[in-house]
């Protein structure tokens, strides 16, 4: 949703894919980052990563780090 109604101007389908694709990888490397760490599944690890971000304003949100609750706390280390 960010990808497609995030940006300022209307973007390409072009885009939208590759803000798509950027922010997939991006999540998918936070969850396995957690998973390895605390020693979960990666589907527990984004339970956890959901559980602990509330979305400011969107309701469809964007991840982000919320302040004590970043990807390295998640995984066990200096947040």
Known sequence: MDALFGPVTCPTAS???DRLG???RELVSCVFQVSRAR???PRQ???LMSESHIGPGKPYG???EPP???VAALA???G
Do not use: D, K, T
Request: hydrophobic letters at 45%.
């Open 15 to 17: 885009e939208v894919l």
């Open 22 to 24: 950027a922010r997939m």
């Open 39 to 41: 020693s979960i599944s």
């Open 45 to 47: 690890a984004a339970l």
């Open 62 to 64: 964007r991840w982000q």
């Open 68 to 70: 004590g609750r970043s």
């Open 76 to 78: 066990g280390g200096p």
